[in-house]
């Protein structure tokens, strides 16, 4: 636009946003680099891959199919350890900046907020707070927790003062094992994995019991205290499947160096329902004792009604009966 005076007149329709400047083509600022070193002695929780087993667990496929979370189930290329590492590195609220869900690689910003996530899930979400957030704020009856995830006879884990930990795993029925190496792989990964914190153990509750679960926000805030605190390990699994770029997928810097162990190298992984994980042989097995178990409780009742029915008759051994 030009005034009277033959000068160009800047107008707002004229200005071009200008972009954001980082620290360099690693950190988003100094002080993300002078913090890197505290996050690069941190060993990554590498990836783990839970298999489908539709035979002995069809409900697990069914309510993972209904609440859309089928790309749960796949998996990328793994990521550079490096990328990793500076990934939740520029994650890090630093310096009284303002806390958001977005970090920095290699020349790019990188969200990975609950509407980023459930875009990338294919899930839609409007409402503010799902079902499994509220029962986080207000608490839930975990007695009702006890008898929907786990076995007749056994019970959260509670301190001196009563208040529930965690929960066993081997005091989870066979279906909930399922959905805990699931949860364990995708949702909220973790190398300990012999219990359920509370947690964990209400998210497992709220998928059993039909409740509603906003899966961005869970991950997105999952990988955010992951960048706030980094625990013993940092998770791998989330970055690959959820915040790697195209740039990153071409050109990845190595892979970190395995240190040298006397012991001879493991076997390469097979596929993912081969994988010999001690999670995933746990949970065939516990599926596969449920089902022999249903099937000689219904051989017991059959075995019952033809005695009822036939009382004249000696077919079977009284003793025979008898649950085992």
């Known amino acids: 636009m030009t005034s009277l005076s033959g000068r160009r007149v800047k107008t707002a329709g004229n200005k071009r946003k200008e972009k954001e400047q980082y620290y360099s083509h690693q950190f988003r600022t100094a002080a993300h680099e002078r913090y890197f070193p505290s996050v690069n002695v941190k060993k990554v929780l590498m990836e783990r891959r839970v298999g489908m087993i539709p035979t002995l667990a069809p409900q697990f496929r069914r309510e993972v199919s209904a609440r859309g979370w089928g790309n749960l189930a796949t998996y990328p290329a793994p990521a550079s350890i490096p990328i990793v590492k500076e990934f939740y590195t520029n994650a890090k609220t630093l310096g009284g900046e303002h806390e958001t869900y977005t970090s920095y690689l290699r020349g790019k910003k990188i969200s ?7 875009t990338f899930l294919g899930t839609d979400w409007e409402e503010e707070r799902c079902q499994y957030e509220r029962a986080m704020a207000k608490g839930v009856d975990y007695e009702d927790v006890e008898r929907t995830l786990c076995v007749p006879g056994w019970h959260c884990e509670r301190s001196i003062s009563d208040v529930p930990i965690h929960i066993k795993r081997v005091s989870l029925i066979p279906l909930a094992k399922y959905w805990l190496t699931f949860s364990q792989a995708n949702i909220h990964p973790c190398s300990h994995m012999s219990d359920i914190t509370t947690q964990r153990a209400i998210l497992l509750y709220c998928i059993f019991s039909g409740r509603e679960v906003n899966l961005g926000a869970v991950i997105a805030e999952e990988i ?3 960048a706030r605190a ?4 940092l998770d791998e699994a989330h970055f690959s499947y959820y915040c790697s770029t195209k740039e990153q997928a071409t050109t990845r810097p190595p892979q970190q160096a395995p240190r040298v162990h006397r012991r001879a190298p493991p076997p390469a992984q097979g596929p993912a329902h081969e994988a010999a994980s001690f999670q995933m042989r746990d949970m ?15 051989e017991q009742e059959l075995l019952r009604t033809l005695t009822s029915a036939f009382p004249d008759r000696s077919l079977f051994h009284r003793r025979s009966l008898q649950p085992g």
């Open 112 to 118: 990975f907020d609950a509407d980023t996530i459930n």
């Open 224 to 226: 955010k205290s992951c």
């Open 230 to 233: 980094p625990r013993k390990k």
């Open 284 to 298: 065939y097995m516990s599926l596969m004792e449920a089902r022999m178990m249903a099937l000689y409780r219904g």
